[in-house]
């Protein structure tokens, strides 16, 4: 009796003292991840917001995915002195200060140029900070310098050693400080020393007498206390009374350093122990943690020698700087879910959690395939209900309204009587309990493997069985309805009891989209609003009705959720529902339709969570279990991010050829890309180092695209054969929980060069080109149809010119043989008439005289045809003819003038020559009749490609001016005219007239091919 009492006491409250939870969830980053080496001497965030690290083996530059790593290279001048770094200090132009164990050194990040400063004397370089006047203080194993914001890369340190710029001498400087009124605070190998700035030409150096020295580490919080780190621990000291000095934190290890966060929480590392926090906005300075090494996803190492956090009062983020574990990073994000897996798993193994549930006392009841445990939320004791007992597998926890709590288990149905638990034998026909839930009216529903219970009140059962269409039909969710009617999740279906008690059964069908999603149902919920949200193995179905009928709307992983099997839902005081699913946690807003997905990256240590395990607890907070995972949280009091970070450009290729795109921008202004390297891409990051591989990014193309382009996670981006001119890249992203930054975008001026063939002097060269060209065919075509022309113009020439001589020929044969004889005739017809008598012989003389008359004037159009007369060579022989005839035997001289055979060389238009001839016959007659010449001239003058014929006689003349013109003037105006030359009178009373008609000529009489 004395062994099973024992035994009992053994099983029922055994309790397991596997230490208080005390669990961190850090991120870390090492050699694997591309850090240099593990050790991390010193940390610091710049202007731009990159992290740089020191390590022992070279300088790192962290933008939340990849290392950049500086080192010292032999035969290089512009790389670091050493690649041992001890210290960090950016300044107020933002140049890095980099000092080494063995040098200091001054990296331009814009055009990647380090300078080394010190020729002969090479410092070891354990401290640097800036004071407000820009000079730069050196802390070194020797003691502290000033150098001076202006100094030359070529000062020699030692020429400091007697200067004022030399202080502590024979002192090692572990640490610097400048404090919020401008004191230096050193800390040294002798104590700690404040120095003031200089004040009518006087440095005043004052020293902090401690019981302990030396100190490595100072830090100020906000309420201006200075907090000391020595060899034996940890001080607050006044900054205004030297001596007035409070122990905090006594050890027998040195403080390595020491960080005041924004949130008012003093860290302090203290070698071989871990990291403490205290709560510095509480007046008693509760100890927050107390964190050591090996701990799972917590830290990794005993000896952190660096605390950091930047400036930003929103940064989430605080870097801790290990001695052989690389740099690890806390969020406080990360660390809003509370662990309790580690209060009841042994170690070394592994537990599995499936079901979950808080008492009125505040206890955690946790199922498992160990049997029952149940933790002290506020000891943090744990009791063991071992499996033998209860069963191997523990599927639902309740407790009715009555406070009797109620297991279910692979081996049926128990109850807690006060002291143990019981299975009652009325429900031993249960062989395993899937499901426990209690509806309003207090009446309990026992879900089995096989069929649904009800038990009322008075303790009754109701059996309930359901049709399957799956593996198994497991009851795996209950959830009653405002009407009243109860809903029941298998793993075979979907089934709905009205208040009568009739089963409608819902199954998936394959060519209904709006049909159950699943047949395999872990959990039911009837929201605030009353509407039914059911979680299966494929994702989540929101129940709605139309036209009467039941349909589904589905969520799945292409809608944002985490996995698509989806084990249990809970519903926060916002409406938002959480979800355990394979892949974390998903946090669903139904008004938004957006889901926040959380993993082990987030601070859960594991992803994979299990079905039943899921809780809301009285007071709100949220139990989710799983493989070695038990986690809760208050959804109200879970610290999302409110940091915004800045977007930085971190590499700039031409057809995959990296550039330098800092000192591009820094010089132009402007990324220019030439003709023959439009293939361009970008990587850019978002420095956000909470959750860097969930921060998302928009980008857009200002000349090519209006709208945003939201990428996801995707931080490359690529363009092409992009059409010459300006644009702007403008690059956007958010942190991990969706908060963009619209204030800081960044903007990259981007030139596309014109090819040469797209240039403006290009246009116009080829515009006059084609022009030319265009000129040239023209030309070309008009001169080819102008020697057609020509051509043609010489064969009409040739034919008109044989039909003139044939037609002149003919005339002058026909009308000359006519005239002749008809003048023949007339004079047979005198000579034979007797006597002629007075009518008839005049008769026959005016025929005569007519005939002759005609053969006159046949005889100078037979002329005027023929071509062999169209020069005027030829005009001129004609007009001396005349001349010769007409002024024979009248007393009146005829000369003539310019008359040679050069002028056959000038032939004249068809029709001209005929004309001239008439013009100047009728000028002769006019002389002849009306002049009373003594002398005439006929003239031909030839001055360029003009000539000029004119009649001159010494007659009476008349006066031009007055005398009205008769008709043979007219005639030979107009015949002038005809032939486009220029006719001029001249003549005066007394003093004779010139007629003068000017012509253009020819340049040579043409040779015709025949």
């Not at 030692?158 to 502590?168: A, E, G, P």
């Not at 034998?425 to 899937?434: G, Q, T």
């Not at 096989?450 to 038990?455: C, G, H, I, S, V």
């Not at 005219?977 to 001249?986: A, D």
């Amino acid at each position: 009796m004395m062994k099973v009492f024992f035994l009992c006491l053994a099983c029922f409250w055994a309790c397991f003292g596997f230490g208080q939870s005390n669990s961190v969830f850090l991120d870390q980053y090492s050699l694997e991840e591309g850090l240099s080496q593990s050790g991390v001497n010193c940390l610091l965030k710049d202007q731009q917001g990159y992290i740089w690290l020191g390590t022992q083996n070279g300088l790192n530059r962290f933008d939340g995915h990849q290392f950049v790593t500086y080192q010292h290279q032999p035969f290089q001048a512009n790389s670091l002195s050493n690649e041992f770094i001890l210290s960090f200090c950016e300044d107020r132009q933002g140049h890095l200060w980099v000092g080494t164990r063995q040098g200091l050194n001054r990296f331009d990040r814009i055009n990647g140029i380090i300078t080394r400063y010190g020729t002969s004397y090479k410092l070891t370089v354990n401290a640097l900070v800036e004071d407000r006047d820009g000079s730069l203080w050196i802390g070194t194993p020797n003691g502290l310098f000033r150098m001076k914001s202006t100094a030359s890369p070529e000062l020699d340190f030692q020429n400091l050693v007697s200067s004022s710029d030399y202080l502590l001498k024979d002192r090692v400087i572990y640490t610097l400080h400048r404090d919020s009124q401008g004191f230096l605070w050193a800390g040294t190998s002798q104590g700690l020393y404040r120095i003031s700035p200089v004040e009518k030409g006087i440095r005043r150096v004052i020293h902090w007498s401690l019981p302990h020295t030396p100190v490595y580490s100072i830090v100020q919080d906000a309420t201006y206390r200075l907090w000391v780190g020595t060899e034996v621990g940890l001080h607050q000291i006044s900054t205004q009374k030297p001596g007035s000095v409070q122990r905090f934190l006594p050890t027998q290890q040195p403080v390595l350093a020491l960080l005041v966060s924004h949130k008012s929480v003093l860290w302090v590392s203290v070698r071989n122990e871990g990291i403490y926090r205290y709560d510095l906005q509480d007046p008693t300075l509760p100890l927050l943690s107390h964190w050591t090494g090996n701990a799972k996803k917590g830290l990794q190492s005993n000896v952190v020698t660096s605390l950091y956090q930047g400036p930003d009062p929103k940064e989430d983020v605080i870097w801790l700087g290990t001695r052989d574990a690389g740099v690890q990073v806390f969020s406080q994000a990360k660390n809003s879910f509370r662990h309790w897996e580690d209060l009841i798993t042994p170690p070394g193994s592994l537990q599995s959690f499936f079901s979950l549930y808080t008492d009125r006392h505040h206890n955690l009841w946790a199922g498992t395939y160990r049997g029952l445990f149940c933790i002290n939320q506020h000891t943090l004791e744990s009791q063991h209900f071992s499996e033998k007992l209860l069963g191997e597998r523990i599927y639902s926890i309740l407790e009715d309204y009555k406070g009797t709590l109620w297991v279910g288990s692979s081996k049926g149905l128990y109850r807690w009587s006060g002291s143990q638990f019981v299975s009652d034998p009325a429900y031993r026909e249960f062989p395993m309990v899937s499901k426990l839930y209690e509806d309003r009216h207090h009446q309990l529903w026992i879900g089995t493997g096989k069929a649904l219970y009800k038990r009322n009140r008075a303790g009754q059962l109701t059996r309930f069985e359901f049709s399957s269409k799956g593996p198994e039909s497991t009851i795996e969710a209950i959830q009653e309805m405002p009407d009243g009617t109860l809903w029941v999740g298998t793993m075979g279906g979907l089934n709905r009891i009205d208040t009568n008690g009739r089963i409608t059964p819902y199954y998936n069908q394959t060519d209904d989209p709006e049909s159950l999603l699943s047949n395999e149902i872990y959990d039911l919920h009837c929201d605030r609003k009353g509407q039914l949200w059911v979680t299966s193995s494929k994702g989540l179905s929101r129940l709605f009705f139309r036209d009467g009928q039941p349909r589904f709307e589905h969520f799945t992983e292409q809608d944002g959720l985490a996995n698509h099997v989806v084990y249990g839902m809970l519903e926060d005081q916002e409406g938002r529902f959480w979800m355990s699913t394979n892949r974390g946690l998903s946090r669903f807003d139904p008004r938004t339709q957006t889901f926040r997905n959380y993993s082990s990256r987030d601070g859960l240590m594991a992803n994979e969570f299990n079905t039943g395990a899921f809780h809301r607890s009285a007071d709100g907070t949220f139990f989710f279990g799983g493989i070695g995972l038990l986690v809760s949280f208050n959804p109200q009091e879970l610290t999302e991010s409110r940091f915004t970070p800045p977007v930085v450009l971190t590499s700039f290729r031409k057809f995959e050829k990296p550039f330098a795109f800092d000192s591009l921008l820094a010089h132009d202004h402007q990324l220019t890309i030439q003709a023959n390297e439009n293939f361009f891409s970008f990587v850019y990051n978002t420095l956000d180092y909470s959750s860097p591989q969930k921060n998302q990014y928009a980008y857009l193309l200002e000349g090519f695209q209006t709208n945003w382009n939201f990428s996801g996670t995707r931080r490359y981006i690529s363009f092409s054969n992009l059409s010459p001119g300006t644009y702007t890249l403008k690059v956007k992203a958010s942190n991990a929980d969706g908060l963009w930054n619209d204030s800081q975008i960044l903007q990259i001026p981007i030139v596309v060069v014109p090819p040469f063939w797209q240039r403006w002097w290009f246009y116009v060269i080829c515009l006059l080109v084609v022009g030319g060209t265009a000129q040239l065919i023209y030309q070309s075509r008009v001169r080819r149809q102008v020697a057609h022309l020509l051509e043609l113009e010489k064969v009409k020439l040739v034919e008109n010119e044989r039909v003139r001589k044939l037609a002149a020929q003919d005339l002058h044969d026909e009308f000359g043989n006519t005239i002749t004889r008809i003048s023949m005739l007339t004079e047979i017809i005198k000579a034979r008439l007797p006597e002629p008598s007075a009518e008839v012989l005049p008769l026959l003389t005016k025929i005569s005289d007519n005939a002759n008359r005609m053969y006159q004037g046949t005889k100078d159009f037979i002329w005027a045809i023929n071509p062999d007369h169209d020069n005027l060579y030829e005009i001129a022989i004609r007009l001396k003819d005349f001349g010769d005839d007409v002024l024979d035997k009248t007393g009146i001289r005829f000369d003539i003038n310019g008359l040679d055979e050069s002028l056959r060389n000038y032939v004249l238009p068809m029709g001209m020559s005929r004309h001239l001839i008439f013009l100047f016959k009728e000028a002769i007659s006019n002389t002849l009749k009306h002049a009373q010449a003594t002398q005439t001239f006929l003239a031909f003058e030839r001055q360029g490609d003009e000539a000029t014929i004119r009649w001159i006689d010494n007659g009476q003349g008349f006066d031009a001016r007055k005398s009205r013109k008769g008709n043979g003037l007219l005639n030979m105006e107009s015949r002038a005219r005809k032939f486009e030359g220029i006719f001029t009178l001249e003549s005066t009373p007394a003093q004779g007239t010139v007629v003068s008609v000017c012509i253009r000529l020819p340049q040579k009489k043409p040779t015709v091919s025949k």
